[in-house]
């Protein structure tokens, strides 16, 4: 069976400092990977998916890049967090073979800036 | 582009009471999958239901229903004999392929014993 880990659980840096969240999957091969922001109570937002190795596309500009240096690997990174950085942080796979995906999510990473 | 709107902010059911939550979506893809994913306060995010475009029939899956009216474009989801670990925000979402899902802004639903 498919499994998606995410750490850290949860994270708290201070501005200005770099940022480096991991999301690995096992199970699987080729899966499109997803990175995603919800504020407090809020829906999510895209911010970056990747179709395969080194194939990624951003949705919002911000201070934030993405690198899927493996294929099961995804990794968000920042050189320097803002306090609007702050929120937590979900990780997703679909199958890359079908037509049509649902998602499968991670468990999450609070990111909290101050 | 796709947009998904959940107009129901917050909701509340009593335990054992039958509550539905509502989304309308906006495409003009006549092939699409809709999904209704939970959040509980575990934050862990899992699916609850699909439903297939072209596939007339509501899905359903044990308490959980949904009404399909394409022409409408409302996907509504049914949660029938609701039960307290049904209390979590539900995001319905679409996805016309490709990989890329389009989520509401989630609906927080609270179950009362």
């Known amino acids: 069976s498919q499994t998606i880990h995410q750490w850290p659980a949860t994270l708290v840096q201070p501005v200005g400092s770099p940022l480096s969240l991991e999301c690995t999957v096992e199970?699987?091969?080729?899966?499109?990977l997803y990175w995603y922001r919800q504020a407090a109570g809020r829906g999510l937002q895209l911010l970056f998916y990747?179709?395969?190795?080194?194939?990624i596309s951003s949705e919002v500009p911000q201070n934030l890049s993405a690198s899927r240096p493996q294929d099961r690997q995804f990794i968000l990174s920042s050189k320097k967090l803002l306090l609007s950085d702050s929120g937590f942080y979900l990780c997703?796979?679909?199958?890359?073979?079908?037509?049509?995906?649902?998602?499968?999510f991670g468990p999450g990473t609070r990111l909290t800036v101050t | 582009a796709q947009t998904v709107t959940q107009s129901q902010p917050e909701m509340s059911v009593q335990e054992a009471e039958t509550v539905t939550l509502s989304c309308t979506y906006d495409t003009s893809e006549s092939n699409y999958y809709l999904f209704w994913y939970k959040q509980p306060p575990s934050r862990q995010m899992i699916l609850v239901i699909r439903?297939?475009?072209?596939?007339?029939q509501n899905a359903t899956e044990n308490r959980f229903s949904v009404n399909f009216q394409k022409a409408a474009k409302s996907f509504s989801l049914k949660i029938s004999d609701s039960q307290l670990g049904d209390t979590a925000m539900y995001f319905c979402?679409?996805?016309?392929?490709?990989?890329?899902?389009?989520f509401g802004d989630g609906t927080t639903l609270t179950v009362k014993p």
């Open positions: 990747s179709v395969g190795i080194g194939q």
């Open positions: 439903q297939e475009a072209y596939k007339q």
């Open positions: 997703a796979w679909s199958e890359g073979t079908r037509t049509f995906y649902e998602q499968y």
């Open positions: 979402a679409f996805e016309a392929g490709g990989g890329k899902s389009t």
């Open positions: 199970g699987t091969s080729n899966p499109n």
